[in-house]
T-cell receptor
Framework: EAGVVQSPRYKIIEKKQPVAFWCNPI?????LYWYRQNLGQGPELLIR????????DSQLPKDRFSAERLKGVDSTLKIQPAELGDSAVYLC?????????????FGEGSRLTVL | AQRVTQPEKLLSVFKGAPVELKCNYS??????LFWYVQYSRQRLQLLLR??SRESIKGFTADLNKGETSFHLKKPFAQEEDSAMYYC???????????FGTGTRLTIIP
């Protein structure tokens, strides 16, 4: 079974440029999460989707961050414009809502460096 | 608000010695706690959860509600245990997983 797929794995941009990350969750997983992991820290939730609905986006900085999951499968996280402090690893995770066990399946992450 | 604390950023242990990674939490409800692990060049993955009460790769963790702790233990460390370990708390109502800051465990041969 294919795991959560993320791209790109690495991205280097200059500040004020836009950037987008893509995530394909495990087939059949209704719930999709985007986490941000700063250096030396644990992952922090940005947004959670149930199918195509964003049910928790309270931690998403909405002035520059946006996300979508139009058909309830793939998701895109965008930053525009990027700032130096956005340098981090962006993790996508998915889970099966039916099980609701707290077990999340993570992708390999997208490492963003803002210069 | 829920919080997970891992007081040790780094922990080095000799091979064959016992390992204990500390985790404390604060949560108003009945907690569900997990340990996740990230081996070098691999993705973050579940190691064990307290409700299953099982041993995975020789690791165990007991939930102590009185001390609000969920320490991870292994009696004899192996070199392949070297990794980043994250304690996490699952908020059932909000379906939110909150992570600690992680402990990097290094096993010295």
């Amino acid at each position: 079974e294919a795991g959560v797929v993320q791209s790109p794995r690495y991205k280097i941009i200059e500040k004020k440029q836009p950037v987008a990350f893509w995530c394909n969750p495990i087939s059949g997983h209704n719930t999709l999460y985007w986490y941000r992991q700063n250096l030396g820290q644990g992952p922090e939730l940005l947004i959670r989707y149930e199918n195509e609905e964003a049910v928790d986006d309270s931690q998403l900085p909405k002035d520059r961050f946006s996300a979508e999951r139009l058909k309830g499968v793939d998701s895109t996280l965008k930053i525009q414009p990027a700032e130096l402090g956005d340098s981090a690893v962006y993790l996508c995770a998915s889970s099966s809502r039916q099980e609701n066990t707290g077990e999340l399946f993570f992708g390999e992450g997208s490492r963003l460096t803002v210069l | 608000a829920q919080r997970v604390t891992q007081p040790e950023k780094l922990l080095s242990v000799f091979k064959g010695a016992p390992v204990e990674l500390k985790c404390n939490y604060s949560y108003s409800g009945s907690p569900e706690l997990f340990w996740y692990v990230q081996y070098s060049r691999q993705r973050l993955q579940l190691l064990l959860r307290h409700i299953s009460r099982e041993s995975i790769k020789g690791f165990t963790a007991d939930l102590n509600k009185g001390e609000t702790s969920f320490h991870l233990k292994k009696p004899f460390a192996q070199e392949e245990d070297s990794a980043m370990y994250y304690c996490a708390l699952w908020d059932i109502g909000n379906e939110k997983l909150t992570f600690g800051t992680g402990t990097r465990l290094t096993i010295i041969p």
